[in-house]
């Protein structure tokens, strides 16, 4: 601020006085640039934000899909999706039987189940396992760590693959639906 004496001299508090103003206005620039970062979260994060979704989507995908195996029998009703597999080949696929197995699961009937698909109840509970492990480690991945092994993907192939040469063979038909 200027201060004008009656001799005319002007005294000096003129820079004092307008760099304080100037000080405070680059300090509200600072804050206002971090206020931003803030409330517009980068791209990155909005993704993570969006994986809880996500989940439950998948998850109320999963409970309608039971909830319809439960109600509605597949082996009586024809609005489930067909084995491509046997309708070409007459051959059972190693998941043919599948749906009905979750059916009688679903109702108690353990060893109707394993008659219609031994392979899907046995390793039912490794699948429930696995498939909360992999939602675990997506929500919050650990450092470094892979969402998935790969081994585990090759050891169901390949039991699936003993499985379904076995339930075509008369010797083992009793693993066929
Ligand atoms: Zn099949």
Redesign the pocket.
Known sequence: MCVAHPDGSIEARIVPNLQRPAMTHALRVEDNSRAGETCVPPRLEASVKRKPAWFAVGGLAVVAMVTVIFWFNPAQYRFYPF????QLTGL???????LRAIHQLLHGHVLAALHLNALLVILLPLFAWLGIRFAAKKLSPPPGARPFSTKWLWLFLALAAVFAVLRNLPAFAWLAP
């Open positions: 084995c491509f597999f046997y059972q696929c190693p998941g043919c039987g599948g």
